[in-house]
Each structure stands twice: as C-alpha cells, then as structure tokens.
C-alpha cells in the first residue's frame, strides 16, 4: 500500500464534516437528554414520545457512524500520511494513541446510542452519555498536538489537514501512441 504524501480530498471532508456533526451533537445533546428520559418514563405503556429537537441529535449521530466507517475504510485502504520528521517519538506515539482512540469513542458513541434508543435502555444510555467527556478530553488533546505542530515544529500539519494530496487531484496526461 502506497502511503500518501498528505490526506485525500474524501479524507478531509469526512474529517470536517465529523468535526461539525460533532458540534451538532452537543448542542443537540440536551434535547436528546430530556427525550430519552421522556422515552424511558413511558416505555411501560408501550408508546414512544416525538423526538422533537431531538432528532438533530439522532440524524447526525448516524452521519458520524457513516463518515467514520468511510474514514476507516479509506485509511485501511489508503494508509494515513507519512509522520513528520521532525516529530520526537513521544509525539507520534502520543498521535496514534490519540486518533485510535478518537476513532473507538466516535464509532462506538452512536452504536451505544442508538442500541440505547431503539432498545431503550437507560443503562446504555448512560454509558453513552458519560462517554462524552472522554471524547471532548480527546478532541482537546487532537487540537492541541495539530497546534504544536504548526506553531511549535512548523510542519505545516494544518495545511495537510486542510489541502488535499496534490496526487490526489492530479490526473495524468494521455500519452500518444
């Protein structure tokens, strides 16, 4: 597998796009929060209350289920960048940690959701909901090595993160026979 020189175009939209489904989840959070404890009040007469505001949560949880399985897809397939090298070894051990366990919580987080709402059960729920601290303890740690990379070893790691592989927009030219 040949490993590319920065990320792919299908690569940085789906990691934006997680970025901003994230933001939608906590500020839909509370609205889920109050339906889920409205759902579990009532499972016992057998009827299920309007998601309400609450869908915006439920929608872009399953949105992040998506654009990670294809983020996981495409960097099994496609491999991830090469470190950089001026990184110490403290730091890309420290990254990979980092981004294996952000793809865990952002994977697992709407499969426990979800089981919690369809099934429903408080105790996934909880499960679900006490993840979030673990996942916003892990975004900090994300920010913070993107901005020692830029600002502190000046590899210019952003740009990576924002610009796609110049090979993947590249298309060769035709050669005459």
Known sequence: MKRPNGYSAIQIAAHWMVVLLVIVQLISGDAMAEFFDTLIRTQAEGTRPGLGNAVWHVVSGALILAAMLIRLAMRLTHGVPPDSPASPGWD??????VHGALYVVLLAMPLVGA???????????????????VLLGLVILHVLGALYHQFVLKDRLIRRMMVPDRQDLHVPPVRPN
């Open 115 to 133: 089981a919690a709402y369809l099934i429903p059960s408080e105790s996934l729920g909880e499960l679900h909901e006490s993840a979030v601290p």
């Open 92 to 97: 890309r051990m420290l990254a990979r940690l």
